[in-house]
Structure formats: structure tokens, C-alpha cells
């Protein structure tokens, strides 16, 4: 009886941990890029105004090293609430969370352009 008893436990041991290894390796496979993610959100909701090649006459943000260099200010300002100062995108609807939190991941993923 002991016999099976230690066999249940080391199989519920290695399902549990082949488990948990797994959810790690999907964890670090969705790394956030500029390329991929941050580019189109860029030029869907912040243009025309920052974007020189659509008639945006403020701060460009059509390149990656303009967006990366700008990135905590961006976070800030899309963080804010509409009527309060320097929220963005100016006379628009706030952007979702989900976008929001694009940005503060690709951030915290290390602003990866590709």
C-alpha cells in the first residue's frame, strides 16, 4: 500500500511540475516589439498630429527611436484622464487599458524594435 502510495504522489509531483515549466516558456514567448505591436497602434491612434508624412506639425513619433525615446512620456500621458493636462490622444477618446498596458509591456520587455 505504501508502494502506491509514493507512486501516486512522485506522478501528481510530475504532472504538476511539467506544468508549471510550461507556462513559463508561453510567459517569455510573447516578448512585445515595436515592429510587431507598438508601430501600428502608433499610427492608427497618434496620427495625424505625430506624424510629419500625414501633415503632424508636434513631437514626430514615426520612428521607433523617436517612440523609444519618448516612451515614459507617452506612459504618462495616455495614463491620464481626459480634461486633465496633457492627456493623449488630445480630443479623443482615452485609449483601452489593453493598449495602454501594450506600451507599459513592451517597456518592461526591454523596447525591442524587432
Known amino acids: 500500500m505504501r508502494k502506491v502510495f509514493i507512486a501516486a504522489f512522485v506522478i501528481a509531483l510530475m504532472f504538476l511540475f511539467s506544468y508549471c515549466s510550461s507556462s513559463k516558456r508561453a510567459a517569455t514567448t ?59 490622444p488630445f480630443k479623443h477618446d482615452k485609449l483601452g487599458d489593453s493598449t495602454i498596458a501594450l506600451f507599459k509591456q513592451w517597456k518592461d520587455d526591454g523596447l525591442r524594435e524587432k
Do not use: Q, W
Not at 33 to 40: E, I
Not at 45 to 74: F, M, Q, W
Open 30 to 88: 510573447s516578448v512585445i516589439t515595436y515592429n510587431a505591436s507598438v508601430m501600428s497602434v502608433i499610427s492608427e491612434k497618434c496620427s495625424p498630429c505625430h506624424i510629419p508624412d500625414k501633415g503632424g506639425k508636434v513631437k514626430p513619433l514615426n520612428t521607433y527611436e523617436a517612440v523609444r525615446a519618448e516612451i515614459d512620456d507617452i506612459i504618462r500621458r495616455i495614463s491620464l484622464n481626459p480634461g486633465e493636462k496633457g492627456f493623449m
